[in-house]
């Protein structure tokens, strides 16, 4: 695969908006190998990912932020990213006592199918020190009680900024994080709850679905805000129960569901194909 | 298809249960084409549902209750019925302005495939009149103010018992129905709501859907309780959306699921296969 | 919802195709509601549908093939087709003995979400006589025979042209066309084949999936080629089945899907959403 | 959990098996935790699974086979296997390049999930020597050309025999057995095929399936038997795929549904769920 740059805009809707930026990249002579864009309807707002190969592109990688800035972007009032394909993110996994997930982060990352870097696993208990060790990457405990959670995240914040972290991962991490720590990685904070929300918001959502009679359980991967359980959905998926399951066999078979969840909401925020706005992700193809 | 015997039986479990009775199918020559039960392990309960061919057994049909009665079900404190399958359901279909599920009952219906009578169809509007018309099946209109709802309820109630309705689907019937009227048909009147329950519970839950931006969007056929969209779960199914959908879209992508969700609710419930306890269903295989 | 204008595109890849196209349509004013394109990297082939809204465009409706042809599409050796939203396509549903997909198509038709006409249903049997005159579609039987189908289908292309037909939905017909009349109908003859093609082709696929032991079946929506079964696949679906399940059941489940696919098939159809091209279908979205 | 006896039967159908099996059991004062039965109607054969506690059992463990084959199985003409729920089986796992299968099976047994031994894997490149080694499993290097096929199958079966291992299970193992491999194990080599079977048999399903241009791909656990691919199936699923996947992006997508099955597929015959009978799979609920 050759080197690409992807850009991501949102702004309000007007005519001629993708003539514009696909003019823009054509007359420097790039190349488009994807492009999606979608249209508010409602809030006529408008959103756009285009990818084109830099080799042969006219423009030098640095310069060519600055230039759409000025050609595009102001007069279109937009809000953009630019990205390029060989930059990889810096993502750091933190975990609780369950195995399931980071198993499948890692053996996809093992396996050079997700496009990172993981410079450090944060765990509040010390049993995924074992796997951390099995792939051989920095493990760092650091446990949480009412009363030192607030120096323990400054404690966590300080190694993601010393790991030059670009997002987290909670792959079943069982901590709910402070505002401070949510606010100082907004969009780049995914986690995974083990329902289809909304239902079943916060704790034990296996127990709820067990009490409640339901035929499908879930999972849903989702940006972390200042609201429990509530930021922007990225993925979700079901699997089929009955009155046959109990809280542990739905355990069971939830774990597959959130690992898989996890992974394809981990991947599009990697390959830059997200966008958040009102709350919602759009999730370009 | 020979006729059969079903029997469903509920009760605290025991040492056995299911040697007894299938000793007591057995012993009067009996011969079982289905059975499948379930023990509640928490609670200790146990469900089964037993099939056998009612010819040739060695009790008469309107004699094998009280035998049951007295020889296994008193001295085991079970609670059981027993249907035959040559005797079809009277089912009344209640309708507002939506012809998706209606459409979809009829045509299974009319295709023989769902073993149930329809004497009559109630519309509270009278857009379905001309359904109704179309496979010659009798359809009131009453409608349904804030003022005259009481009244009104007491009238469908009156159809009802003259039709002598065994069961009651509400095919996107949106008025929520009086306790009277609930409490007497408990169990047995299905709803479909078009959410996967507990998410979005009461009004235009796809507006609820689109405004929190979920990704998968579902139906679930239920029995009607006293709590609003909180009765016991018999089915239920999902369909993909993504940011692309509005509330119009996904209420269009969501009549194909509703129609499937509650077809399949109906079946269940028609072929006695579903026990209702503690507010969940048993639905037997 | 206003009238737009429909443009399908398929050409060998180059530089600036997207930025062409959307330019040409800015530059007259159009506002652009939908576009979605996609490259096929190893044929090194693009694909393009973009939709826009007709009001305020600047160039008359009948005017805008002949501009884009000479503007766009001869530089560029561009196959096209153009269709606006208000031309409702004229659609023959043909069936043999069984109700349920023409049921699901006359309903939606009948709840105004299909957008066609439907000037006739052709059947090979009369029992569907009956569901033609719920709707108040005409119904023509043309019984086939092994000594007559030759002459049969001349009366049945007869009545296609009569009626100007645009597509044809084989909704279970289970005669296999002639080539001749195939021919006539190029990628606008669709089918529904009652098993995930490319597994069990040619009759009675349930039996094949039943003998085979399959854990899933499935229903498959194609667009009907000289080769049987071979067509280019339109939309797949599939059911769970146990080793529970008998050739009987197997016809019952598929029943549901196979008309959901079928309508979704159609959907993408009558809304110009395909392209055709080396026996496979492009469904944008 | 307490202890289980895992009763698996099969027999010519007859009137009164359930009721004989589950008399034996109550007599001898079992307590029935799990019980599921199938009738084939169309070949008039019995399958049935029954599980309960061993603790306070009225016969020893060894003497239960005996007990059962004299009261009943020999006067039933009964096919039947007894086992016990703490005894694990020991499972080789045969691997070539790709890790996702592997990984995904392991990271399950670390966890505790999967109620085996894994006394060794065996991999024909030395690729995956390294995932063992993580887990600490030793490794065996085989490598097969087509010269040295049959002396070094000979190899895999002695090791085999050495290390008592009771099943086989080929996580994309790209080898094919030969017969006198197969023989020594039948019903006991799990293979994952990596389309849904029996669409796309053979080498390199997912080129074939871009090729046919399908809207769904999927993956299926079997036995393996003397012909390929053809073995009967013990579960299957699908992944959604359009007109923009490569045959690499299905390779990728493909990836999560293939593990997931597998993973499926052993669960249910490390739980002894399953019955092979015709060439087809009963999988017990």
């Known amino acids: 695969m050759s080197v690409t740059a992807i850009l991501r805009i ?5 005519k001629g908006l993708i003539s514009r930026v696909t003019d823009f990249i054509q007359r420097n002579n790039g190349n488009i190998v994807a492009l999606d864009q979608y249209t508010d309807t409602y809030e006529k707002h408008f959103f756009m990912r285009v990818e084109w190969e830099v080799e042969g592109f006219a423009i030098e990688r ?9 050609a595009i972007a102001t007069p279109c009032q937009m809000n953009w990213q630019l990205d390029f394909s060989d930059q990889k993110l810096r993502m750091c996994i933190m975990v609780s006592k369950m195995s399931h997930c980071l198993y499948d982060l890692l053996a996809r990352y093992h396996a050079g199918e997700l496009n990172v870097e993981i410079p450090l696993i944060i765990g509040n208990h010390d049993c995924m020190q074992i796997v951390a060790d099995q ?36 792959a079943r991490y069982m901590q709910i994080l402070s505002l401070d720590f949510i606010r100082s990685y907004p969009n780049r904070i995914i986690n995974i709850h083990h329902s289809t929300l909304p239902a079943f918001v916060g704790a034990k959502p296996y127990h709820q679905a067990y009490t409640r009679g339901v035929k499908l359980i879930g999972a849903t991967g989702h940006y972390v805000t200042e609201d429990l359980d509530a930021g922007p959905i990225i993925e979700q998926d079901i699997i089929r129960v009955t009155h046959k399951d109990t809280p542990e066999t739905m355990v069971l078979k939830g774990m597959d569901v959130e690992k ?15 966008i958040v706005w009102n709350n919602k992700t759009i999730v370009f193809s």
Not at 10 to 14: N, T, V
Not at 62 to 70: C, R, V
């Open 135 to 170: 792939f051989g990457i920095p493990f760092h405990l650091i446990k949480i009680t009412k009363e030192n959670k607030a120096e323990q995240e400054q404690l966590q914040m300080q190694l993601l900024k010393d790991n030059n972290v670009d997002f987290v991962v909670l």
């Open 10 to 14: 949102e702004c309000p809707d007007q």
């Open 260 to 274: 898989i969840v996890l992974a394809r909401a981990v991947e599009a925020h990697v390959n830059r194909k997200t």
């Open 62 to 70: 640095d310069q060519i932020g600055p230039a759409f800035q000025y």
